[in-house]
């Protein structure tokens, strides 16, 4: 029950809700299972060791046993994790970059981070927020991440990776929500002492009422 509590919940990456997150989680729950299984196999192997029977064995027979353990868990057993954690982790990884998408327009947000809030801005329509980022669902959305004093780093877990927000340089990471709703995200590099309060929140809503919400929020503007 006490791992189970941990499957849910605003930042947990185990219940993702777009389609980056979701390409992650496979890879992660195949590395922990890897991991586990390397685990297990080392406190075999030492438990195999401590509990043998000794005896005495030749300096050759030394020497290859020596040589068997470096060839296959120094070489080959790194080389195999190595290649498939690569083969499988760089597509998902591409899924997160801004690559050119064919299938439909990319909505575009800017976000610039500062100790200790997100200034959020729309280019193409003028809006401006502060921890709040609006988005439709179902839609591509490119990140331009960037930061105003020291690191910081932008994540929502449920929707995909983080990526750093750095002074004088922009990032950009690709995210998209299947399901209307609101999703946690926040800082997670330490940039000073208001760090754990650095949290905003991704509300992402249907096309209709996203389209109404910019029209509010164009009518605000006006009026103020």
């Not at 509590?5 to 947990?12: I, P, R, V, W, Y």
């Not at 922990?32 to 030492?46: D, E, K, M, S, W």
């Not at 280019?123 to 401006?128: A, D, H, N, S, V």
Request: charged share 20%.
């Amino acid at each position: 029950m006490l791992l189970l509590s941990g499957c849910s919940g605003a930042f947990s990456t185990l219940d993702p809700a777009g389609p980056a997150a979701g390409s992650v989680l496979p890879l992660t729950l195949a590395m922990i299972i890897v991991a586990l299984a390397v685990f297990v196999g080392l406190i075999v192997l030492c438990v195999f060791a401590v509990r043998r029977n000794s005896k005495d064995i030749s300096d050759a027979e030394v020497q290859r046993l020596q040589n068997r353990w470096i060839i296959a868990g120094g070489i080959a057993l790194p080389t195999v994790a190595i290649t498939t954690l690569l083969a499988f982790g760089i597509p998902i990884g591409h899924s997160l970059l801004p690559l050119p998408f064919q299938e439909g327009e990319v909505m575009r947000v800017d976000v610039k981070a500062r100790q200790w809030f997100w200034r959020v801005s729309y280019p193409e329509r003028k809006i401006e927020l502060t921890d709040e980022i609006h988005i439709p669902v179902n839609t591509p959305v490119d990140f331009h991440i960037t930061s105003e004093d020291v690191i910081h780093s932008f994540w929502a877990p449920r929707l995909g990776g983080k990526i750093d927000a750095i002074p004088g340089r922009t990032n950009v990471v690709r995210l998209e929500a299947d399901e209307v709703g609101e999703y946690r995200g926040l800082c997670t590099e330490y940039c000073g002492q208001g760090h754990t309060a650095m949290q905003f929140k991704v509300i992402a809503h249907s096309a209709e009422d996203f389209e109404e919400w910019l029209l509010q929020q164009e009518d605000s503007d006006k009026n103020d």
